[in-house]
C-alpha cells in the first residue's frame, strides 16, 4: 500500500534486486492547455521515457546508456541495447499516472486510476459478482488481469472476465488454459492500483524494488537516451 506524499523524493516500498519498477505522476496534466490526445500523448510519452530510463538504471553501469525501446510484431514492448541485448519491460499509463518495470523474467504491470466503468466494459471485463464490486477493486481486478495479459506479449481486446484471480494463492490464469499461469502482486494507493504478473513457477522469495514518485517525476525521466 503507498500513501501519496508531500514531496518529489522518491519513496522506496520494498528493497531487493529484481524486477524494478518505478510509478510516477506526470506534470503535464496541471496545463490547463493540455486536454484530450494531447494529454494522453504526453502521458504515453512519459511512460517510455520512464521505461528507457528504468533499463538503462538496471541494467548499465554507472551513467551509461543506450537502451532503446522496441516492440514485437505482438505489440509487446522490449528493451534493446547494443552490447547487452535484449531486456524484459512493461509499462503502462492511466489519466496522469504512469508504471514501468523491468526484470530478468517476463513480465508484465498494468496501472489503472480508479474510475467508473460502463456497463458494456463492466459485462466485458468481469463476472456477473464482480460489476457489484466497488470502484477501487474492480479498478484492481482489472489491472491484475491486463497484467497477465502483457506478461504473455498480448493485450486487449481481450474478454477480460475469463481470465480467473485466485486470490488466495496470488494467482491468475485463463479460462481455456490456453496461456500459463502467473503470479500476481498488487499495490494500491488513494488514486490508483498497479499489478504485477510474472512466471508462477518463479520464487516468491525476491522482493520487487518498487519506487513511487507522487508529484511530477525529476527531469532525468525526460531524455529518452
Known amino acids: 500500500m503507498t500513501k501519496s506524499a508531500?514531496?518529489?523524493s522518491p519513496m522506496v516500498i520494498e528493497l531487493s534486486v529484481a524486477p524494478r519498477i518505478v510509478i510516477a505522476l506526470g506534470g503535464s496534466h496541471r496545463c490547463a492547455a493540455v486536454r484530450g490526445l494531447r494529454h494522453l500523448s504526453a502521458v504515453k510519452n512519459h511512460a517510455r521515457a520512464q521505461a528507457i530510463a528504468l533499463l538503462n538504471r538496471t541494467w548499465c553501469r554507472g551513467d551509461a546508456t543506450g537502451f532503446t525501446l522496441r516492440h514485437e510484431a505482438s505489440g509487446q514492448p522490449f528493451g534493446e541495447h547494443l552490447?547487452?541485448?535484449?531486456?524484459?519491460?512493461s509499462l503502462s499509463h492511466s489519466h496522469?499516472?504512469?508504471?514501468?518495470a523491468t526484470g530478468d523474467i517476463p513480465l508484465g504491470i498494468d496501472l489503472q486510476h480508479y474510475r467508473p466503468f460502463s456497463g458494456a466494459a463492466l459485462r466485458w471485463a468481469f463476472g456477473e459478482a464482480e460489476q457489484r464490486l466497488g470502484r477501487i477493486q474492480a479498478c484492481a481486478v482489472w489491472a491484475?488481469?491486463?497484467a497477465f495479459l502483457k506478461s504473455h506479449g498480448r493485450g486487449l481486446p481481450y474478454e477480460l472476465r475469463t481470465i480467473g484471480i485466485d486470490w488466495h494463492t496470488g494467482l491468475v490464469s485463463s479460462a481455456d488454459g490456453s496461456l500459463a499461469s502467473r503470479r500476481f502482486w498488487l499495490w494500491r494507493s488513494l488514486d490508483w492500483a498497479c499489478a504485477l504478473c510474472f512466471p508462477a513457477e518463479e520464487s516468491m522469495s525476491f522482493r520487487a524494488n518498487v519506487t513511487v514518485?507522487?508529484?511530477?517525476?525529476p527531469s532525468a525521466f525526460g531524455a529518452l537516451s
Open 6 to 8: 508531500e514531496n518529489a
Open 83 to 89: 552490447l547487452l541485448g535484449r531486456r524484459h519491460v
Open 96 to 100: 496522469a499516472w504512469y508504471a514501468s
Open 144 to 146: 491484475i488481469r491486463e
Open 213 to 217: 514518485f507522487s508529484l511530477p517525476a
